[in-house]
């Protein structure tokens, strides 16, 4: 091996390293972590792990995970199932998530995977007048204002909240439930503005839209009969995954 005047190496002498052994096959796969036995290739596990965490995934909010989800559907759909769970794929709205199933017969020894926090009355009788407006706009992006969503309220009035600064507070409590499911998202120019999420119109379903009126129609009656409140049932929307959803989706 030569060197330079300075003492250097010349980095051209230096031995040619075989790099073949060190190439990876494409498709091919990388273990993550010590012991690691999946079957799965590591893009399934990642949608895998967001679909038991997240509310759900959008081609535009997650365009690398969604073309995972569609290359590896049919094993996801799979994966879901042995936890008693079904993957809901929304091809038209562009939106999945994964959802308990309706049990033939369930079994003592089963257990509730998802289990998430309530939205609450509020938040759902919010979510009710989003999927309204959402079905009735021809826009792919509705934006809604922070104060739209009050005006929803503005005669609701009861015995609970008389005060209007505690019916406020619930309403914009309701607001930040429905931001943090991703149900309304907040627009980079101004924060009491957001868009509503495609997802709205795969989840609130007909049923769903029904028992929620009620519950609504409920607390405008309760403006008129101020010693009685509503009646406060956690609907079928909320987080708790156990909500019966529908689609005309094929996994």
């Known amino acids: 091996m030569t060197s330079t005047e300075t003492g250097a190496f010349n980095f051209d002498d230096l031995p040619e390293v075989d790099l073949t052994d060190l190439e990876v096959t494409p498709g091919a796969r990388v273990p993550r972590f010590a012991g690691d036995v999946s079957e799965l290739p590591n893009q399934a596990c990642w949608v895998l792990q967001n679909l038991l965490t997240r509310r759900y995934l959008s081609k535009e ?76 706009a021809h826009d792919d992006h509705v934006l809604i204002s922070r104060g739209d969503i009050h005006d929803l309220f503005s005669n609701v009035r009861h015995s609970v909240d008389r005060d209007e600064a505690m019916l406020r507070g619930r309403i914009d409590e309701a607001i ?40 609504f129609e409920q607390l405008h009656i309760a403006a008129d009969l101020a010693d009685e409140q509503p009646q406060t049932k956690q609907s079928d929307f909320d987080e708790s995954g156990d909500d019966a959803r529908e689609t005309d989706d094929d996994q």
Not at 189 to 206: H, K, R
Request: proline share 4%; charged share 30%.
């Open 176 to 215: 930040a439930r429905l931001t943090k499911a991703e149900i309304l998202r907040q627009t980079r120019d101004d924060e009491d503005s957001y868009t509503i999420s495609p997802v709205i119109l795969a989840i609130m379903t007909g049923q769903m839209i029904d028992a929620l009126n009620h519950e």
């Open 61 to 136: 909010g997650q365009r690398d995970q969604w073309a995972w989800l569609m290359e590896h559907r049919k094993v996801l759909a799979s994966r879901l199932a042995e936890l008693d769970l079904r993957l809901r794929i929304h091809d038209d709205l562009e939106v999945a998530y994964a959802e308990p199933a309706v049990l033939d017969n369930p079994s003592p020894h089963g257990v509730k995977v998802l289990r998430r926090e309530p939205l609450g009355t509020y938040a759902s009788i919010v979510a009710l007048h989003l999927a309204k407006i959402a079905r009735t």
